[in-house]
T-cell receptor, first 115, second 111 residues
């Protein structure tokens, strides 16, 4: 079955540590996205990539980094520079490189908690 | 990011009844799309319905329909014949070249 997988489901990090969240898709989609979800707020865009080896900052990119070396993979690193990283992180993908009407397909999410 | 406002944090509806969720947005663009996404307790985001700004006809998907008022920048979602499985958080989203989400409305369907 085609879809998006995120791992791990739950992740715990000590303050000062970097941590990488995995996102893989087998939908053959060009575009991939990372969102952060906090209680009482909608999803906020961290980074997005419309093609391999290229990505752009979203609205809240500070303290995060990404790479897009393969079409199917878009890992997110939460660095120690991120002041409040505890949140629910969602990865998504969509078919086209710049089609504004495309549906985004979401993964199951990763819950990150900083201890 | 574009501003998307959902003014109802929570709503409750009896099974089989109808509920309407409101959404307003702010943009100077003419070409855009609007979406409603559903996030059930499993937290898996699912597309409910999509509307292109150039289309005057309101989108409908089974029991879900929208009232799109472009001049008023309003995009409400109506859920008819509510079912227990409709219990979820619903997000309104605006797309020009990327998605901007509202804060969400939690809908609880009572048996």
């Amino acid at each position: 079955d085609g879809g998006i997988t995120q791992s791990p489901k739950y992740l715990f990090r000590k303050e000062g540590q970097n941590v990488t969240l995995s996102c893989e898709q087998n939908l053959n989609h060009d575009a991939m996205y990372w969102y952060r979800q906090d209680p009482g707020q909608g999803l906020r865009l961290i980074y997005y990539s419309q093609i391999v080896n290229d990505f752009q900052k979203g609205d809240i990119a500070e303290g995060y980094s990404v790479s897009r070396e393969k079409k199917e993979s878009f890992p997110l690193t939460v660095t120690s520079a991120q002041k409040n990283p505890t949140a629910f992180y969602l990865c998504a993908s969509s078919p086209g490189q710049s089609s504004i009407g495309d549906e985004q397909f979401f993964g199951p999410g990763t819950r990150l908690t900083v201890l | 990011a574009q501003t998307v406002t959902q003014s109802q944090p929570e709503m409750s509806v009896q099974e089989a009844e109808t509920v309407t969720l409101s959404c307003t947005y702010d943009t100077s663009e003419n070409n855009y799309y609007l979406f409603w996404y559903k996030q059930p307790p499993s937290r898996q985001m699912i597309l409910v319905i999509r509307q292109e700004a150039y289309k005057q006809q309101n989108a409908t998907e089974n029991r879900f329909s929208v009232n799109f008022q472009k001049a008023a920048k309003s995009f409400s979602l109506k859920i008819s014949d509510s079912q227990l499985g409709d219990t979820a958080m619903y997000f309104c989203a605006f797309s020009d070249y990327k998605l901007s989400f509202g804060a969400g409305t939690t809908v609880t369907v009572r048996a």
